[in-house]
């Protein structure tokens, strides 16, 4: 099986702009997550999709939105771009909602300028 | 609430000695403990995880860890370390009720193995 895709792997942008990011999960996968990692903060969740529901939010600013497809890809969205948004975004999915094992994709990689 | 406590930022052993990079953790249910590998520009491994039942988890790549409740304690072992093993360590914690796949991570251990 082919694993966690992430798309693109890097990415430049400029303060104010938007951006989206892609994640295709591993087939079959139902849930999806999203991580930022940073060398401050470290890994935190930015929030949770299963059959398109949003299920959970982690404690980033309403910048930064997120939705699912019916074949599971994801998206996440960052709008009005801060320098403080350059990061690793990673993507991880599971099998359902109970499995807690996730599998991550190689991540994103953002810089704001 | 839920939180991680990686004891040791750096990690720096000789190659074929022992690896042990301390984890602590916090949960007011019980918890579900995972532990990952990230290499340079790569995306997070799963090296292991707690469930329920055997207290001692093995792992890919030679990697064991042990689940001390009293000791709210998962800390990764392996016996004898291989430069391959250079990486940055990760352990994480996710509630065991709920469904929700929500991982909360340590700050990293970055082991270094020198030859």
């Known amino acids: 099986k082919a694993g966690v895709t992430q798309t693109p792997r890097y990415l430049i942008k400029t303060r104010g702009q938007q951006v989206t990011l892609s994640c295709s999960p591993i087939s079959g996968h139902r849930s999806v997550s999203w991580y930022q990692q940073t060398p401050g903060q470290g890994l935190q969740f930015l929030f949770e999709?299963?059959?398109?529901?949003?299920?959970n939010k982690g404690n980033f600013p309403g910048r930064f939105s997120g939705r699912q497809f019916s074949n599971s890809r994801s998206e996440m969205n960052v709008s009005t771009l801060e320098l403080g948004d350059s990061a690793l975004y990673l993507c991880?999915?599971?099998?359902?909602?109970?499995?807690?094992?996730?599998?991550f994709g190689p991540g994103t990689r953002l810089t704001v300028t | 609430a839920q939180s991680v406590t990686q004891l040791g930022s750096h990690v720096s052993v000789s190659e074929g000695a022992l690896v042990l990079l301390r984890c602590n953790y916090s949960s007011s249910v019980p918890p579900y403990l995972f532990w990952y590998v990230q290499y340079p520009n790569q995306g997070l491994q799963l090296l292991l995880k707690y469930t329920t039942g055997a207290t001692l988890v093995k792992g890919i790549n030679g990697f064991e860890a042990e689940f001390k409740k009293s000791e709210t304690s998962f800390h990764l072992t392996k016996p004898s370390a291989h430069m391959s093993d250079a990486a940055e360590y990760f352990c994480a914690v996710s509630q065991a009720s709920g469904g929700y796949n929500k991982l909360i991570f340590g700050a990293g251990t970055r082991l270094a193995v020198h030859p």
């Open positions: 991880a999915s599971s099998l359902d909602g109970s499995s807690y094992e996730q599998y």
């Open positions: 999709y299963f059959s398109e529901t949003q299920r």
